[in-house]
């Protein structure tokens, strides 16, 4: 009787100890350091490669349905990461099964790991499994350099005498010949004034985020992005804690495409910015988490008829 419930509590000591090891794991950044939102038709077709970052990251959360240029409400594929399997990947669901053998074990009477044939096995199987899953990141990541463009250097505009990173980033002044600039395109025309606005959007919807002032957010970014902010802000709540931003300052960046769809112009822009990000007690006002950081993201705005620029998805880097 007692072992029994022993093997319970076990079991359940288990199960809440991983999940505050998911937990902690999540990115303290707005959106939680994931890829989403939506960028109409191409919503799950990879921007250009830039200077600033050579490679985004999937959407993973997207009112978008794929294949499709129209949002639908309530409707959140995830491609998930590694193989693919679920929205943690590879190793959440390998992770996952190991954890579901060992209480099956437990609870049955065979000891956590006898559930998956002992515990030399089970050390053994998950040696093999790393050393593959390193040899096959090793080769994807091996591939992917070799595919990628290689840049001249610093991008500047064109015909322009401001910069949208204060001399280093936008329009493309590459060699003629570069891959780069083959890929990338501007089929909108985007100026001067449209760089200070995406420029002044990162500032300011980060300021809003660690305001937590969603009407500020309204004002610049799309109800889709607004869903997951408040989504996230929500979650911060429930745990005491809320995610304070500061000292916003773009750092480098590029265009990587602009794009018409009917009166709908989308443009997508690659930045890399450095940021206070912290995470702070509610009640006591320590610092929980974070701290000065650079970031690499891509960021796709959308206007309708000339009016202004919001964010409409955010990509991260990889």
């Known amino acids: 009787m007692f072992r029994k419930i022993y093997r ?9 100890a991983t999940t505050g090891l998911l937990v902690s794991n999540a990115d303290a950044r707005i959106g939680g350091g994931a890829s989403l939102g939506s960028r109409g038709s191409r919503t799950f077709s990879a921007p250009p490669p830039t200077s600033t970052m050579p490679s985004a990251a999937p959407v993973e959360r997207s009112m978008t349905q794929p294949n499709f240029g129209n949002p639908r409400p309530g409707f959140s594929p995830s491609p998930g990461g590694f193989f693919g399997f679920g929205r943690s990947g590879f190793w959440g669901g390998l992770a996952a099964g190991f954890l579901g053998a060992g209480l099956f074990g437990l609870l049955f009477g065979h000891g956590f790991f006898g559930g998956v044939f ?20 090793f080769l994807w ?15 500047y505009r064109d015909n322009l005498s401001t910069s949208f990173l204060g001399g280093l980033g936008l329009g493309g002044a590459q060699s003629a010949g570069s891959a780069g600039a083959r ?19 990162l500032g300011d919807i980060q300021t809003a985020y660690g305001n937590e002032d969603l009407n500020a957010l309204r004002a610049r970014a799309t109800p889709e992005m607004v869903s997951y902010f408040s989504e996230d802000l929500a979650q911060n709540a429930s745990r005491g804690v809320v995610n304070r931003i500061s000292d916003v ?6 265009l990587a495409e ?26 006591s006002g320590r610092v929980v988490e974070g701290g000065p950081q650079e970031v690499a993201e891509a960021w796709t705005f959308r206007r309708t008829s000339g009016g202004p620029w ?5 990509q991260q880097a990889r």
């Open 8 to 16: 319970v509590l076990v079991a359940l000591a288990i199960v809440a």
């Open 118 to 137: 002992g515990l030399v096995s089970f050390l053994g199987l998950i040696f093999q499994l790393a050393l593959i899953a390193f040899l096959a990141m």
């Open 141 to 155: 990541r091996w591939f992917q350099r070799r595919s990628e463009p290689a840049y001249a250097g610093p991008l």
């Open 183 to 201: 890929q990338r395109s501007d089929d909108v025309g985007i100026t001067s004034a449209d760089y200070d606005a995406f420029e002044r959007l």
């Open 249 to 254: 300052k773009l750092l480098q960046g590029d």
């Open 258 to 283: 602009a794009w018409r769809e009917g009166s709908t112009e989308y443009a997508t822009v690659a930045m890399r910015f450095a940021l206070n990000d912290i995470m702070v007690d509610r009640a």
């Open 310 to 314: 919001m964010l409409t998805a955010i």
